[in-house]
Nanobody
């Protein structure tokens, strides 16, 4: 079965760290744009970070720059989102997503992605 399988997440106090993982099962993540999105209750889904392993390009939305880092391990077919200095405003359901082979043409535009992970909850308390 072709799918993206997410792991990680959970509850943490403000200032803490978490790492999310997104693994392709029956699906090669190499040379594809892979992104992390999040959606908080009552808010629209927003792009958080994206990566294209073909040239090691990464993108991070302004609110997480310096705190979050996206990375990819092709040997494990996994993309990670390391989240440090977490804030209550980071509380949301996080999703990884990917699309066809090729660079990220619009990293935070959700319409370019057609395969999504199952989602994982991140809760940050003050």
């Amino acid at each position: 079965q072709v799918q993206l399988v997410q792991s990680g997440g959970g509850s943490v106090q403000a200032g803490g760290s978490l790492r999310l993982s997104c693994t392709g099962r029956g699906y090669n993540l190499d040379a594809r744009c892979v992104a992390w999105f999040r959606q908080a209750p009552g808010k629209e889904r927003e792009g958080v970070a994206a990566i294209y392993s073909g040239d090691s390009s990464t993108w991070h939305t302004d609110s997480v720059k310096g705190r979050f880092a996206i990375s990819q391990d092709n040997a494990k077919n996994t993309v990670y989102l390391q989240m440090n200095s977490l804030e209550p405003e980071d509380t949301a359901m996080y999703y990884c997503a990917t699309g066809p082979y090729g660079r990220c043409t619009n990293p935070f535009g959700p319409t370019g992605y057609y395969r999504w992970g199952q989602g994982t909850q991140v809760a940050v308390s003050s």
